[in-house]
């Protein structure tokens, strides 16, 4: 297999269609190693347009995001070198490698111990060094450690929470993806002031559900 026309097809035939035209994010699409943070065995579909399972502990239905994902998301965050961001759900490791090389410091919340020890090794060998992987439940954030510029939420939810909503900057951005199948949206929140966020869905898609965050919630923004 020729990795490198495989990752140039993934970038022009999948992420350029799917209006992720930024160049700071191609060239960061062929800088990290999408295959070096693919579980083992399925390094062959690394660059294919689809979920890539996480079996690693016997992980409760995690996936690795589809690329086009990930690139769109981190297209529309426009994360700055002097950002601090908050990552729930590290999965592999390889949207957190993605944050990191655009950030100063990532801090990456994983709720399995096995996935978390992975992503860990991944990054390791990848030379990302600005990152801490943190095995807890991310559905409270981590307000300690806040606030924070750039929050991302690796995978979908019903309704974001507003305890993450309180851990932004006034500035800072969200990026989630919310709602239900058959469809559910990107949603981008930036915090205007104290008491204040401003909402964008720009896109449509589908991703596997974030663990334990809940189905409904009487807040609203």
Known sequence: MDLEQARFNMIEQQIRPWEVLDGEVLNLLSVVKREQFVPQGLQALAFVDMELPLREGGARGQ??????????????????????????????????????????????????????????????????????????DGTSGAAADGPFDVIVLSGSVAEVPQALLAQMKIGGRLAAIVGDEPVMRATLITRNSETAWT??????????????FAEHSAFSF
Request: hydrophobic share 45%; with cysteine; net charge negative.
């Open 199 to 212: 909402t964008a869905q720009p896109w449509d898609t589908v991703a596997p559900r974030l663990v334990h």
């Open 63 to 136: 996936s690795m995001l589809a690329p086009r994902l990930e690139a769109r998301l981190l297209q529309d965050l426009t994360v700055l070198k002097h950002e601090k961001v908050l990552e729930i759900g590290t999965g592999s490791g390889y949207m957190t490698a993605l944050l990191a090389h655009c950030a100063a410091h990532v801090l990456s919340l994983e709720i399995e111990p096995t996935l978390a020890a992975q992503a860990r090794q991944n990054l390791a060998a990848a030379g990302v060094h600005n990152v801490e992987v943190r095995t807890t």
